[in-house]
């Protein structure tokens, strides 16, 4: 049998800094529990233990005394090759997540869990525990609701999956309801909205659709073409057309970068200070009024007038419901 081959320095240090930790989530863990979670022999856990007895950080005389030192109840360790840790330094002055920062992380790992590929996932639920217990406060009860999208979602992976066509019947920003065949070819997600691209044999194009639009989505047995699979994805989501409409906007300099996938134009700086104008391309008046919606008080409708007077009369009619 080949001798294991020695570890390196850094190799050692990685696996102190991932014992303590263990040691403080799992107290009178026994020595063979320990070897077991880290895959390595039971005497390199008794060595590491007592190399984390001597270890610490010096007060304030530049000295170690009591309370600078990891402590451990060494006759348990000595007698029953049990682990107990009875005082514990400097780990605990590691930086701890706020707990507004731990909730945020906990929402979206959250969101990862309610998609269906990654539904009822033990380590998703194992990280979210323990950013709970490790923030600096507590992070209260955070939820994501599932999104209508889900059901619809789990459809078009699995026609992506098998290389099947997907049929549907899909409602357009007018509200117009058509019947449509596309051969699926990749699921991405904007911000809260996820969309399908796919040869749409209807328009015989390269076309992309809002899956909260997609009715009664059903996966065919017939494969796509190899014609299909060769159709180049662009990398940005949407793509101009002829027929979109031209708009001037006077945005934020800050919130320019969350138009890039329209591609837009810089056109110089806007009216108000800290602003900048910019041409864009928009399938339709609809789609302007959502993308301004989704910029409050960072995007104002330039031009050209009946683009303008859409997005204002929308708004007001909006703002007449709160009345």
């Known amino acids: ?14 696996f102190l800094l991932s014992l303590v930790p ?3 989530d799992h107290d ?3 020595v063979t529990e320990a070897a077991a979670q880290f895959g390595v022999p039971a ?9 984390i007895g001597v270890s610490g950080i010096p007060g304030e005389t530049r000295t170690y005394q009591h309370g600078d030192l990891f402590d451990i109840a060494w006759d348990d360790f000595e007698e029953n090759d049990r682990i107990v840790l009875t005082n514990m330094v400097a780990i605990d002055d590691s ?28 380590a998703l639920a194992s990280l979210m525990s323990k950013l709970s217990r490790g923030a600096s406060g507590r992070t209260g009860q955070v939820s994501v609701a599932g999104a209508e999208t889900d059901a619809v979602l789990a459809v078009v992976r699995d026609a992506i999956a098998r290389g099947v066509q997907l ?16 051969d699926p070819l990749r699921v991405e997600s904007v911000d809260a909205d996820w969309y399908v691209r796919g040869w749409d044999h209807l328009r015989q194009a390269l076309r992309t659709f809002r899956l909260d639009r997609v009715l009664d989505p059903q996966g065919s047995e017939q494969a796509i073409s190899a014609e299909s699979r060769a159709v180049p994805l662009p990398d940005r ?40 104008r910019i041409s864009l391309r928009v399938s339709h008046h609809h789609g302007l009024k959502r993308l ?17 007077a859409a997005v204002a009369e929308w708004a007001a009619a909006g703002a007449a419901r709160y009345r």
């Open 1 to 14: 049998m080949a001798e294991a081959k020695p570890k390196q320095a850094q190799d050692k240090l990685a």
């Open 22 to 24: 263990y040691l403080m």
């Open 28 to 30: 009178g863990v026994s």
């Open 43 to 51: 005497q390199q856990v008794r060595d590491a233990v007592r190399l």
């Open 95 to 122: 930086p701890r997540f706020s707990a507004r920062e731990a909730a945020a992380l906990i929402a979206g790992l959250q969101y990862l869990s309610a998609l269906p590929e990654n539904a009822d996932r033990a």
């Open 167 to 182: 049929r549907f019947r899909y409602v357009d920003a007018q509200g117009v309801t058509a019947d449509r065949t596309i």
């Open 237 to 276: 989501l949407f793509e101009g057309s002829p027929d979109d409409l031209e708009v001037v906007l006077e945005v934020a300099e800050s919130a320019a970068p969350l138009l890039d996938d329209y591609l837009p134009q810089r056109l110089g700086a806007g009216d108000a200070p800290g602003t900048v």
């Open 292 to 308: 301004v919606a989704g910029m409050p008080g960072a995007a104002r409708v330039v031009a050209p007038a009946d683009a303008v």
